[in-house]
Nanobody, 124 residues
Framework: QVQLVESGGGFVQPGDSLRLTCEAS?????????LAWFRRAPGKGLERVSC????????SYADSVKGRFTISRDNAKNTVYLQMNSLKPEDTADYHC????????????????WGQGTQVTVSS
């Protein structure tokens, strides 16, 4: 069972930056996993923010974060990151990372392992 732990959330002002980190544990390697970041804003449904394929060759972003957020992975550290720049109040949400064994060239549509989440609040 893949265990995922997010960190890096916090309370920031509009225009600030944050980097979220998700560390995976267990006797496995992330090399064969696609990874993603999701968020759930108050009163809204779950939104996939970004994903990255197992090879790292393909990334995808929600329109609402394109040009501001960057996903990256470090397989040697079993870690995935989400760099968030130019944060807006509408980015306020609980952010979760997710993992799915998947070697395809596109991100999968479902993920079997989830972290508990880290809260991001953007407010002046």
């Amino acid at each position: 069972q893949v265990q995922l732990v997010e960190s890096g959330g916090g309370f920031v002002q509009p225009g600030d930056s944050l980097r979220l980190t998700c560390e995976a544990s267990g006797a496995f390697t992330l090399d064969y996993y696609a990874l993603a970041w999701f968020r759930r804003a108050p009163g809204k449904g779950l939104e996939r923010v970004s994903c990255i394929t197992s090879s790292g060759g393909t990334t995808s972003y929600a329109d609402s974060v394109k040009g501001r957020f960057t996903i990256s992975r470090d397989n040697a550290k079993n870690t995935v990151y989400l760099q968030m720049n130019s944060l807006k109040p509408e980015d306020t949400a609980d952010y979760h990372c997710a993992a799915q064994p998947h070697r395809g060239s596109m991100c999968p549509t479902s993920y079997g392992s989830w972290g508990q989440g880290t809260q991001v609040t953007v407010s002046s």
